[in-house]
T-cell receptor
Framework: QKEVEQDPGPLSVPEGAIVSLNCTYS??????FMWYRQYSRKGPELLMY????GNKEDGRFTAQVDKSSKYISLFIRDSQPSDSATYLC????????????FGIGTKLQVIP | NAGVTQTPKFRVLKTGQSMTLLCAQD?????MYWYRQDPGMGLRLIHY???????AKGEVPDGYNVSRLKKQNFLLGLESAAPSQTSVYFC??????????????FGSGTQLSVL
């Protein structure tokens, strides 16, 4: 069983829809949670970063962490065609700076 | 705004050949990393470096070697390429791990095919 599970999709939504992307994990020691966005033929770029449980909002993006359920989510409001990309969840334990565990990524397509 | 630059962008090798991938960063970052990305497997850490002259093994180090002779450069070597090393390789860098801002800066990747 992988430490981090993520549905690869693809997920297709119409422009303006609310998108929900999710990851589950098995390692209860994970403390830091991240979402990276990766456009085709490009490297990932950090989108959201949260520590422990709770919500974090940045513009149209909201990251949620539920440590009791070992479940993290990324919500995209008013989705745009420019949001079409692969979204990778990532997480690490406290102190394990070098070891970031990534999900396989969910491919999102926003249809105009 | 160069950030992290990887060369080459594409390469085709025959089994048994050797090659070196070059990563250069201009952000004065202490930490540098080499990842590989395969379908259904996600990003996996090959080797990393916490400073000039230091290297360490990551999750999948077998068949690879690295060197960090200069702070801004991190080289990944394949001594005898195998088809299992066909992958997209990403270099990344980050500031020294004092802050909780866990931002990895990635290059654009190298698509490597081993025939």
């Amino acid at each position: 069983q992988k430490e981090v599970e993520q549905d690869p999709g693809p997920l297709s939504v119409p422009e303006g829809a609310i998108v929900s992307l999710n990851c589950t994990y098995s390692n209860s020691a994970f403390q830091y949670f991240m979402w990276y966005r990766q456009y085709s033929r490009k490297g990932p770029e950090l989108l959201m970063y949260t520590y422990s449980s709770g919500n974090k909002e940045d513009g149209r993006f909201t990251a949620q962490v539920d440590k009791s359920s070992k479940y993290i989510s990324l919500f995209i409001r008013d989705s745009q065609p420019s949001d079409s990309a692969t979204y990778l969840c990532a997480m690490r334990v406290s102190g394990g700076y070098q070891k970031v565990t990534f999900g396989i990524g969910t491919k999102l397509q926003v249809i105009p | 705004n160069a950030g992290v630059t990887q060369t080459p962008k594409f390469r085709v090798l025959k089994t048994g050949q050797s090659m070196t991938l070059l990563c250069a960063q201009d952000m004065n970052h202490e930490y540098m990393y080499w990842y590989r990305q395969d379908p259904g497997m996600g990003l996996r850490l090959i080797h990393y470096s916490v400073g000039e002259g230091t290297t360490a093994k990551g999750e999948v180090p077998d068949g690879y070697n690295v060197s960090r002779l200069k702070k801004q450069n991190f080289l990944l070597g394949l001594e005898s390429a195998a088809p299992s090393q066909t992958s997209v390789y990403f270099c990344a860098s980050s500031v020294q791990g004092v802050s909780t801002n866990e931002k990895l800066f990635f290059g654009s990747g190298t698509q490597l095919s081993v025939l």
